[in-house]
């Protein structure tokens, strides 16, 4: 699989024209937040649209996410529950967002470290059992079961275990999806119905 080429070369170009040291990228913003604890508070969003899957088309569906440079993906209901599991299923863009955040928490942590990677791979497997989806299998859980990431970790140079174990250690602490899965935040859902809305959690 290959980036899309405007996105690659959007980031070939953030490549050659700046000095991509993570230290000096963080040194300002750290001081920034220390001052103004306000200033690091973030949000990430992602949207669905219906304008070219309609509301009304059971199994697919597109979510837009980023705002930089938006990605759209269309996305497809799991096979296991009824779809075709043609386009990315919900649960694989969880399991991308894991393995994608793991991975740039690697790749940061190293830069930091001055450890210099020559090939990095994130693989995460998700399992969860879609009986009770399907509302049948009463005392199944909905929602998944297993979670399980491995890492594939080459380095240049000679490095002995125990550095690469605490960058890894490092990275896993900084990982924002990791984190948020492992000590999930209430989630507060607002349901609007045309000009009504109503929020529980």
Same mark, same amino acid.
């Given at each position: 699989?290959?980036?899309?080429? *405007?996105?690659?070369?959007?980031?070939?170009?953030?490549?050659?024209?700046?000095?991509?040291?993570?230290?000096?990228?963080?040194?300002?913003?750290?001081?920034?937040? !220390?001052?103004?604890?306000? @200033? @690091?508070?973030?949000?990430?969003?992602?949207?669905?649209?219906?304008?070219?899957?309609?509301?009304?088309?059971?199994?697919?569906?597109?979510?837009? %996410?980023? *705002?930089?440079?938006?990605?759209?993906?269309?996305?497809?209901?799991?096979?296991?529950?009824?779809?075709?599991?043609?386009?990315?299923?919900?649960?694989?863009?969880?399991?991308?967002?894991?393995?994608?955040?793991?991975?740039?928490?690697?790749?940061?942590?190293?830069?930091?470290?001055?450890?210099?990677?020559?090939?990095?791979?994130?693989?995460?497997?998700?399992?969860?059992?879609?009986?009770?989806?399907?509302?049948?299998? *009463?005392?199944?859980?909905?929602?998944?079961?297993?979670?399980? &990431?491995?890492?594939?970790?080459?380095?240049?140079? *000679?490095?002995?275990?125990?550095?690469?174990? @605490?960058?890894?250690?490092?990275?896993? !602490?900084? %990982?924002?999806?990791?984190?948020? &899965?492992?000590?999930?935040?209430?989630?507060?859902?607002?349901? %609007?119905?045309?000009?009504? @809305?109503?929020?529980?959690?």
């Amino acid at each position: 699989m290959t980036l899309q080429p *405007e996105h690659q070369r959007h980031i070939r170009t953030i490549a050659s024209a700046k000095l991509l040291g993570v230290r000096e990228r963080q040194m300002l913003l750290r001081q920034h937040y !220390n001052n103004v604890p306000d @200033a @690091a508070w973030v949000q990430d969003h992602a949207r669905t649209v219906d304008a070219q899957v309609p509301a009304s088309h059971p199994i697919h569906g597109h979510v837009i %996410c980023g *705002e930089g440079i938006p990605v759209d993906v269309p996305v497809s209901v799991h096979r296991a529950v009824g779809g075709e599991s043609d386009f990315p299923c919900p649960g694989e863009i969880l399991a991308a967002a894991l393995a994608s955040c793991l991975d740039t928490a690697i790749r940061m942590i190293a830069n930091l470290k001055g450890i210099e990677l020559a090939h990095l791979e994130v693989q995460v497997s998700l399992g969860a059992d879609v009986r009770r989806t399907l509302m049948t299998g *009463e005392k199944v859980p909905v929602g998944f079961q297993t979670a399980s &990431l491995k890492v594939d970790l080459k380095a240049k140079g *000679e490095l002995q275990e125990a550095q690469l174990h @605490a960058l890894l250690d490092a990275a896993e !602490n900084s %990982c924002v999806i990791l984190q948020t &899965l492992q000590a999930p935040p209430p989630v507060q859902i607002e349901r %609007c119905f045309g000009a009504a @809305a109503r929020i529980s959690s």
